[in-house]
Every structure is written in structure tokens, then in C-alpha cells.
DNA sequence: ATTGTAAGTAAGTTTTACTCACCTTTGGGT
DNA sequence: ACCCAAAGGTGAGTAAAACTTACTTACAAT
């Protein structure tokens, strides 16, 4: 458990953000922690006063960007109605918020996944909310008689994670533009009518 | 660029087998370079004869295992005539391998792609083999029309490798058990015929 | 025999995350 | 007005871990 994402002192929000940008050019591993303080332009003490651990740190820069993120698709969603324009919504939001915020998409899909500390963080917590609400659809979706009923709704949420996930993957890395909205449309095309040709 | 994944001698060897047996228990960051030494029974700066870096001995790790993994799947769709029947024997090859090697999983799906290096490694040269041949069924499977004209087979292959990746994402993390066989079904099920209810 | 090369060692060095004891400022209660 | 406690911030220091380098040993080929 970490401490929560508040705004908090000066010192804290200029690490913070510091931080934030260096995570636009280099990877987590080769940032120093005198390099966050230098541009923060506070001493290195300091970061221990406000983050448990350099890796903290991260999780809460992680956090505030998620919380950005999870407005974006509460936003998104909101004013559909049926639940193949919700899910399209999530997806379109998703990725419009990989394209648009690269350190939130390269912390969450590249830096955090390796250390079990991450999943007991707060940041966490908000991914694995996000995760339950596309759920949440999912089943709605199966009770209206939106969706078949016969598939799991575990293994759809994790067919259109996945799929997300991994169409920003290579411009995530490579710091490539993504084109959100015919990747958006391509992706519900497929998860939702197929792949195969019916003829 | 790293030098390639050759056997080698015995104290390279033992380096590669005392590394991926510790990657069993712990992740990449936490394995020092004393502990791996202890556990080969040679001495640190062996390792850097070998190997540039740490991660380029996590890199040739993961060579190796991918080196099985390729294997495994060619297996797969050796013996399948159709388009449909190679995606579905790539799916389950994919799943079954990450789920009886988990140091392979966790390598490939957790520690390499926060770093550039990966990316200029043999390993992630095969492992774009890997996904070149699964276009060149999608691409197939296109022409002999077994699958729609009308999509991006690039996003196909997207989907379908993030459906992979992202199904088995918690088991590995968490270290539980895959059900290799209901999880390919399901995959290639919503996949191939999509997730609305067609009345 | 000798020479050249690959395998291996052991003792550094440097970097870097993290600690700790110490100042400085702020603001609220009496 | 004053105290004092707590929060904000500092800077020197430590320990550990990745990496280097100078050296030694085995050993195959000429």
C-alpha cells in the first residue's frame, strides 16, 4: 500500500511534474533520482520526504495521469445509451488517451507491470475500477440481448483490453501517432462481428 | 545490437540456467548480479564476459526460451490446412506455451519492453518472426476468403496477439494457473465470430 | 616448446537509490 | 505578541549493486 495521489506541498507537485517530463524522453530505469530533483529543483532528500521509494513515485505520477484518463471515459461514455455504443465509446476514449497522453500509456503499459508493489498501489486500484465498469457493460450488454449470451464476459473484457493494449503497443514504443479513430472503428469491428467471412 | 543466443561455454551456461531458474521466484530488478554469480557457482565478472549488460543476459534468456516457444507453434499449425485451423492451433500453442513456462511469459510480457535495448536484441527479432507469420495466415486466410476482405489484417493480428497476451496477463503476474484449452476456444470464438447477438 | 586465444578470477570503482540529522518557515492557540 | 509544534526543505553521508580492469589459468594449433 502507498500513500494516496494528493495534491499536496510545492516540493511534492514540482517532483511530481519533474518527473512527469522526463518520463517523455527517457524510461523509468534511466532517470536518476538527482535528475528528478535537479529539474524539480529541490535537493534528493526530498523525494523520500513525499515518496516511500523511487517506484512510488511513479505509481502516483501514475495515478494522477489515470485519473485524467478515467474522466476521459466516464465522459465518453455518458451520453450513450445501448451497450455496443458504450463499449465503442471505451475504446475510442482509450485510445484517444494512449494517443494523446504518451507518459500515461508508457507507465501503464511498459513500466509498471513488473513489480508486485504496483499492484498494491493506488493507481492500481483506479485500473482495476476502470476494468470492473467495462465489465460491467459487458454483462448489461449480455442481459439486454445486446451480446451473446453463451461467451464469458471475463474473457471479452480481456479480448478488448488486450486489444487496445496492444494497437498502441509498437507507437507507444517507437513514439509513433496513432490514428484513434480508424483504429477505434477497426477494433469493435472485429470484436464484434468477427473475423471470418459468412458468406 | 547483442551478440546472439549461441550455447556456449559451460560458464556461460551456467550463468543463463542460474538466471532463469531465479527469474522463477523473483523479477529482473531484484536479481543481483552476486546472487547470480553464487547461484552459477562463478565469479561477477564472468558475467560481463559474456554478456554487455544485465539485460542483455535477460535478453539472451529470453532468446532461448523463445527459441522453444518457435518451435512449439510451428508444431502447431504444421499438420492445419485451413486459415481458421492455423489461428486457432497459434492461440492455443501461444497460451499453452506461456502457461508451462512462465519464466518465458514473464519475460516477454513483464520486463523487456520498458528498454530501447530490447528492441535492437535477437530475441525481439524472432519474437517479430513470430508475428510475421501469424500476418502471413491472416493474409491468406484473406485471399482464399476464409476471412473478410474488408479489414486491416494488421489490426487483426493486433487483436488477436493483445487477446493472447492480455488473457494470461493476471495468471502470470499472479502466478496461477492458465486453462489453456477454454481460454483458446473463447479467443478464437469471439474472434472469429464476434460478440453481438446476431438474432 | 611456444605462442595465441578463450575461460575464468579477484579486487577495485562508480553510480545511485536511499537515510538521517539538522535547519527554516508557517500558522494557530493562549 | 509569543510560543511552539509541525510541516517543508536541506545536504552530507551510506550501502549496495552494476560494471571494469588487470591479472591468471587452461589448452589447442603450429
Redo the contacts between chains.
Keep these: 500500500m502507498d500513500s494516496s495521489a494528493k495534491p499536496g506541498p510545492p516540493g511534492k507537485i514540482k517532483i511530481m511534474t519533474a518527473f512527469s517530463h522526463l518520463m517523455e524522453t527517457k ?3 534511466s532517470i536518476t533520482t538527482a535528475e528528478i530533483a535537479g529539474k524539480a529543483g529541490v535537493t534528493e532528500g526530498l523525494i523520500y520526504k513525499y515518496f516511500t521509494d523511487k517506484k512510488d513515485l511513479l505509481h502516483q505520477v501514475l495515478h494522477q495521469h489515470f485519473t485524467a484518463f478515467q474522466e476521459g471515459i466516464e465522459a465518453g461514455i455518458a451520453t450513450k445509451e445501448t451497450c ?1 455504443e458504450k463499449l465503442a465509446a471505451i475504446v475510442s476514449a482509450s485510445l484517444a488517451s494512449y494517443a494523446e497522453n504518451r507518459v500515461l500509456a508508457r507507465i501503464l ?3 509498471v ?4 508493489s504496483y ?1 498494491e498501489s493506488g493507481a492500481y486500484a483506479m485500473v482495476r475500477q476502470y476494468a470492473r465498469t467495462l465489465l460491467g457493460i459487458i454483462r448489461q450488454g449480455m442481459e439486454t ?5 453463451d ?2 464476459p471475463y ?2 473484457q ?2 478488448i ?7 498502441c ?1 509498437k507507437q507507444v ?2 513514439d509513433r501517432k496513432i490514428d484513434v479513430s480508424t ?1 477505434a472503428a ?2 469493435v ?9 459468412h458468406g
Design positions: 524510461d523509468f530505469q455496443i503499459l511498459l513500466e507491470r513488473n513489480s508486485l499492484f440481448g445486446e451480446l451473446r449470451p461467451i464469458d474473457l471479452v480481456k479480448v483490453l488486450g486489444a487496445i493494449e496492444h494497437t503497443l514504443i517507437f483504429a477497426g477494433i469491428d472485429i470484436v464484434f462481428n468477427g473475423v471470418t467471412h
